[in-house]
């Protein structure tokens, strides 16, 4: 069997196995060549749809779904102090489809969960707990060494992982021009790419992407004094903008399952406040695998530089890595596992007990840099009954003359879940989450908040 029979091969295999265990939009995402913030959309809340279950519709395949659960959490209102607890319901209708014509396979998914507390007058969240996913993956393939994608995607999330009932989460990596938020904020992510990649050799290949991104975020709890002074002074909304990027790579199959790659990349970043308008510079190195044993993923690290489009601030230059893995050990066990560290450039967070200092300071860039981590298990104890768990940390800090602020997120939680029987399936889930935030601006006094929620979930989940 030749190198390329090898690669092939290798490369059918993992696509399959991302498909029908991973996510229905993650079509060979791996042999693309997407920059991660195109990687990063390519994710869905669900596993993909089986000839085993689904409807086939005009050459589709599929599945349909619905959670309804119970819910208790002790912070409904995500605030600091005067935690209130509230019982509510959460419904999760969701909907996953694929067709394969040969050249052309596409993905289409959409999720999406409301949170409704009606026992609860006292309750903010009521209208705004509404969380989602909903896109379009298409990869087109005119000549066996020739690979063309394309995706668009639009979600909506709030911290480092956006829970449902049917035991999946939302992977909700920000791109790298934004930053996280703490418990009780939402960011709302539109996202498009394109990429085409050239088999050069047997062992070679070359792609190029691009990709656009415009994140806006929700600060439901802000305080009234500080939106009076100025809107962006207790949210998040001087951080809106979008980030527009081209990327290069240039790679090498060392063996039929691994290769190592080169990228460069150039970005433009445009926020709500021009302020903070950037223009950037990285390049990054890494190994990558379709397919060893049951592991598909990247490793990489590299360097970045942002420069201000009006001279605002100095050209800011900081070392990037990370790594996204999917490992599936055994037909019981699946692991995944993501890390991402990155340059940011973006205003000062708000101080809310100095308005007047935001005010002066409103949109005034900071350097920094935004880490995020996530893991993640499912193992099947039997055929019934399986259990599984995520955790997470991430974190933004910026400094600059004017002053520093630190924004950091925790999460974990756990659940198990029984298959009652053919697509019904009951699940008992727990989530964890804490966020603090520290502001010292000059001519203000040092600030810091923490919030934390716990919530239980009990529901059950019907797929089609």
């Given at each position: 069997?030749?190198?390329?029979?090898?690669?092939?091969?290798?490369?059918?295999?993992?696509?399959?196995?991302?498909?029908?265990?991973?996510?229905?939009?993650?079509?060979?995402?791996?042999?693309?060549?997407?920059?991660?913030?195109?990687?990063?959309?390519?994710?869905?809340?669900?596993?993909?749809?089986?000839?085993?279950?689904?409807?086939?519709?005009?050459?589709?395949?599929?599945?349909?779904?619905?959670?309804?659960?119970?819910?208790?959490?002790?912070?409904?209102?995500?605030?600091?102090?005067?935690?209130?607890?509230?019982?509510?319901?959460s419904v999760v209708p969701a909907?996953?489809?694929?067709?394969?014509?040969?050249?052309?396979?596409?993905?289409?998914?959409?999720?999406?969960?409301?949170?409704?507390?009606?026992?609860?007058?006292?309750?903010?969240?009521?209208?705004?707990?509404?969380?989602?996913?909903?896109?379009?993956?298409?990869?087109?393939?005119?000549?066996?060494?020739?690979?063309?994608?394309?995706?668009?995607?639009?979600?909506?999330?709030?911290?480092?992982f956006q829970p449902y009932i049917?035991?999946?989460?939302?992977?909700?990596?920000?791109?790298?021009?934004?930053?996280?938020?703490?418990?009780?904020?939402?960011?709302?992510?539109?996202?498009?790419?394109?990429?085409?990649?050239?088999?050069?050799?047997?062992?070679?290949?070359?792609?190029?992407?691009?990709?656009?991104?415009?994140?806006?975020?929700?600060?439901?709890?802000?305080?009234?004094?500080?939106?009076?002074?100025?809107?962006?002074?207790?949210?998040?909304?001087?951080?809106?903008?979008?980030?527009?990027?081209?990327?290069?790579?240039?790679?090498?199959?060392?063996?039929?399952?691994?290769?190592?790659?080169?990228?460069?990349?150039?970005?433009?970043?445009?926020?709500?406040?021009?302020?903070?308008?950037?223009?950037?510079?990285?390049?990054?190195?890494?190994?990558?695998?379709?397919?060893?044993?049951?592991?598909?993923?990247?490793?990489?690290?590299?360097?970045?530089?942002?420069?201000?489009?009006?001279?605002?601030?100095?050209?800011?230059?900081?070392?990037?890595?990370?790594?996204?893995?999917?490992?599936?050990?055994?037909?019981?066990?699946?692991?995944?596992?993501?890390?991402?560290?990155?340059?940011?450039?973006?205003?000062?967070?708000?101080?809310?007990?100095?308005?007047?200092?935001?005010?002066?300071?409103?949109?005034?860039?900071?350097?920094?840099?935004?880490?995020?981590?996530?893991?993640?298990?499912?193992?099947?104890?039997?055929?019934?009954?399986?259990?599984?768990?995520?955790?997470?940390?991430?974190?933004?800090?910026?400094?600059?003359?004017?002053?520093?602020?630190?924004?950091?997120?925790?999460?974990?939680?756990?659940?198990?879940?029984?298959?009652?029987?053919?697509?019904?399936?009951?699940?008992?889930?727990?989530?964890?989450?804490?966020?603090?935030?520290?502001?010292?601006?000059?001519?203000?006094?040092?600030?810091?908040?923490?919030?934390?929620?716990?919530?239980?979930?009990?529901?059950?989940?019907?797929?089609?």
């Amino acid at each position: 069997m030749s190198f390329r029979s090898c690669k092939r091969l290798a490369f059918l295999a993992a696509g399959y196995a991302a498909i029908t265990i991973a996510s229905p939009a993650l079509l060979h995402a791996q042999e693309s060549t997407a920059s991660p913030s195109v990687a990063a959309m390519l994710g869905s809340a669900v596993g993909g749809p089986t000839p085993e279950q689904g409807i086939v519709v005009g050459g589709w395949l599929v599945n349909p779904s619905i959670t309804t659960s119970a819910i208790l959490t002790d912070n409904v209102n995500a605030t600091p102090t005067n935690r209130r607890s509230a019982l509510g319901l959460s419904v999760v209708p969701a909907l996953e489809a694929v067709r394969d014509w040969g050249i052309h396979k596409t993905s289409v998914y959409a999720f999406g969960e409301g949170r409704f507390y009606p026992f609860n007058s006292q309750t903010t969240q009521t209208a705004t707990y509404l969380t989602g996913d909903v896109g379009i993956a298409h990869q087109y393939q005119p000549f066996k060494d020739l690979t063309i994608q394309f995706v668009a995607d639009a979600r909506r999330s709030s911290g480092l992982f956006q829970p449902y009932i049917g035991g999946g989460s939302l992977p909700s990596f920000l791109p790298n021009s934004n930053v996280v938020t703490g418990v009780g904020s939402f960011v709302n992510q539109f996202s498009g790419g394109v990429s085409v990649r050239k088999d050069i050799t047997e062992r070679t290949f070359v792609s190029a992407t691009a990709s656009a991104q415009y994140v806006t975020y929700d600060t439901p709890n802000a305080s009234p004094f500080g939106n009076l002074v100025s809107p962006n002074l207790n949210s998040y909304s001087a951080l809106n903008g979008g980030a527009y990027t081209a990327a290069l790579r240039a790679g090498f199959y060392l063996t039929p399952q691994i290769y190592a790659f080169v990228e460069p990349s150039a970005d433009l970043r445009r926020y709500q406040s021009a302020w903070n308008d950037s223009n950037g510079l990285s390049i990054r190195a890494g190994l990558g695998s379709d397919l060893i044993g049951l592991f598909r993923g990247e490793i990489y690290a590299g360097y970045s530089r942002q420069t201000s489009v009006y001279g605002h601030f100095g050209a800011l230059s900081a070392p990037s890595f990370g790594a996204h893995i999917f490992y599936y050990p055994t037909r019981y066990l699946t692991l995944s596992a993501a890390i991402d560290s990155t340059l940011t450039v973006s205003a000062l967070q708000p101080n809310a007990s100095a308005p007047f200092a935001n005010l002066a300071l409103n949109g005034v860039a900071a350097a920094g840099r935004t880490f995020q981590a996530r893991l993640q298990a499912e193992y099947a104890l039997s055929t019934r009954w399986s259990a599984y768990a995520r955790g997470g940390y991430g974190q933004t800090v910026t400094s600059s003359v004017y002053g520093s602020s630190a924004t950091k997120i925790w999460s974990a939680g756990l659940g198990l879940k029984y298959h009652v029987w053919r697509g019904l399936s009951m699940a008992v889930d727990y989530q964890f989450n804490r966020s603090f935030s520290r502001n010292q601006l000059i001519f203000a006094a040092y600030s810091s908040e923490t919030v934390s929620a716990n919530t239980l979930s009990i529901g059950l989940n019907y797929r089609y």
